[in-house]
């Protein structure tokens, strides 16, 4: 599927992926608007952050449906369908997954009928690090997992388990008790709720429009609906949006530490991050990288697209000329359809092919956001000297990726990181580079005219601000393992708990086991009154 912006340097081999970006949320509160319309534009605003799936959950007041489908914005949706989802307050999401499988139970917006007769839909950016804890007090509650392997349907389930409460209320007791990355917009059949973690990893903006609210991952996404900025959703943040306004309180105190990779690479160059606008930032990395890493070359050439304003900065302070040296194609991304051996072997001349009358002959400066396995930049470099090009010097507009996420990026495993094995004249001859040169990490930080201290750097030096569990009990698909765990835990106790958990968290169980394969039809889901009455309609 090819990514919703054209950045496909990181994915030349669907089986080999770099890094992941982070979903994309978005949610509107707008009596006499077409909220369903406005949610799919803001998540075609976001698609760069997720490609996987998509969906919107949408309510007149009645009741909550839900709409979603693995594939992009633009394929799960069309036009019959949305004007199907009519209401006044909706939620979004542009899923990748960072935990659960690719599946279509996993897809979001999740959504949750409580006895009380309420329907609560939820969608999340980032990532739980304290999920094995929470589907443990589901076990022990006996909460049903409705098939979904992922902390947001976890979430949804405890929102959805306190009918005595609002709904509002029992988000002010259970928000308090997640730890990790979250950004959520959620909704009942008259209010939307947006609430950001206490570190605020992962950006959550707040927009205005003539008759009414919207809040979104990126401020991208509130431009594209002619949305106002007004601010971000504070780190620590419940918001609440209904007929009353607009109602705000604090759940925990705020402790911020704001995703430095979103600068680098996850964001898009037009959006606005703690009042830093992302391009400028770029093009300030990539002056930077000039001054710390000079070289006497001919041309400076983006990996394009997001090495393009490091470039753009690189040549503006070096004085090399800028210039492109390497051709998209926009039309090829990642596929569900492997390609044959004979095409993966052409690697990366499917998706980039050199200028070779611009490169031929000359010194080149080649500017990328991050290293990760380093198969993209061997290829590249390869490529070049293949083209002609006499020196390739590679600089890299981030410091070296040594650590994984746990926050809501995917990277790989630190054991595939080649910054985790290799020094840099390692990393160098790996990829067949002339000289190669990384931006400091003090010299990123600046850019983003953010303190060091209000900013997450887990991934380029290990200092995690929230503490991650110990042992095994963290990871993508830490909820097929746990579920089972649990269950050969409790057979001790029950044999019917036994049987819950291994009908909840089969590979195929749970009630959403008619999940629409990618091509085939997706469901329309409607909560019932209970979880177990939840309904598919076609």
Excluded at 455 to 474: N, S, V
Excluded at 491 to 519: C, E, K, R
């Amino acid at each position: 599927m090819p990514r919703g912006d054209g950045r496909l340097s990181h994915d030349l081999d669907p089986q080999r992926p770099g890094p992941q970006d982070a979903c994309g949320v978005f949610g509107v509160w707008a009596p006499g608007e077409e909220v369903a319309n406005l949610t799919y534009f803001g998540l075609y605003a976001l698609q760069h952050r997720g490609q996987e799936a998509a969906g919107i959950a949408v309510s007149d007041g009645s009741g909550v449906v839900v709409f979603k489908d693995l594939g992009l914005v633009a394929q799960v949706f069309d036009e019959p369908t949305l004007a199907s989802l009519r209401g006044h307050v909706a939620i979004g999401h542009a899923r990748y997954s960072t935990t659960g499988g690719s599946t279509w139970e996993n897809a979001q917006p999740t959504i949750r009928a409580t006895s009380a007769g309420t329907t609560i839909a939820l969608a999340h950016n980032g990532n739980l690090v304290n999920t094995a804890e929470l589907q443990r007090e589901a076990a022990e509650r006996r909460l049903d997992s409705d098939g979904a392997t992922n902390d947001t349907s976890l979430v949804t389930m405890l929102l959805a388990s306190r009918p005595d409460l609002s709904v509002e209320a029992a988000a002010l007791e259970v928000l308090p008790r997640l730890r990790g990355a979250f950004s959520f917009v959620f909704m009942d059949e008259s209010t939307l709720y947006a609430a950001r973690d206490p570190h605020g990893v992962r950006p959550l903006v707040l927009g205005r429009l003539e008759r009414g609210w919207v809040v979104a991952s990126e401020t991208a996404a509130l431009d594209i609906v002619g949305a106002s900025v007004v601010r971000e959703v504070e780190p620590g943040e419940l918001i609440a949006i209904d007929e009353d306004g607009l109602r705000s309180t604090r759940f925990a105190a705020p402790e911020p530490k704001g995703c430095l990779f979103e600068y680098v690479y996850i964001a898009r160059p037009d959006a606005t991050i703690a009042g830093r606008n992302v391009h400028s930032a770029r093009v300030q990395i990539g002056r930077q990288l000039a001054r710390e890493h000079p070289v006497e070359a001919d041309l400076v050439i983006p990996v394009p697209e997001s090495g393009t304003p490091a470039a753009i900065g690189y040549a503006e302070e070096s004085g090399i000329t800028y210039g492109q040296g390497l051709m998209k194609n926009p039309y090829v991304g990642r596929t569900f359809i492997q390609p044959s051996q004979t095409l993966r072997q052409l690697g990366i001349r499917l998706k980039l092919n050199p200028l070779r009358e611009n490169v031929r002959g000359k010194r080149l400066v080649v500017v990328d956001d991050s290293i990760v396995r380093g198969n993209t930049q061997r290829a590249i470099v390869r490529m070049l000297r293949e083209a002609g090009a006499l020196e390739v010097h590679v600089r890299i507009s981030s410091p070296p990726v040594s650590w994984p996420c746990f926050y809501g990026i995917d990277f790989a495993t630190r054991a595939e990181l080649v910054a985790n094995g290799l020094d840099n004249d390692g990393i160098r001859r790996s990829i067949g580079a002339d000289t190669l040169g990384y931006v400091s990490l003090p010299g990123l930080i600046a850019a983003t005219e953010q303190p060091k201290s209000r900013l997450c750097r887990a991934c380029f030096d290990g200092e995690y601000p929230i503490e991650l569990p110990a042992g095994h009990l963290i990871g993508k698909h830490v909820l097929e393992g746990v579920g089972r765990r649990v269950a050969a835990e409790a057979s001790d106790a029950t044999a019917d708990t036994t049987t819950a958990l291994n009908d909840n968290f089969s590979s195929a169980g749970g009630h959403n086991s008619a999940s629409a394969p990618l091509g085939g039809t997706p469901d329309l889901m409607k909560a019932g009154l209970t979880p177990s009455a939840a309904t598919h309609l076609r």
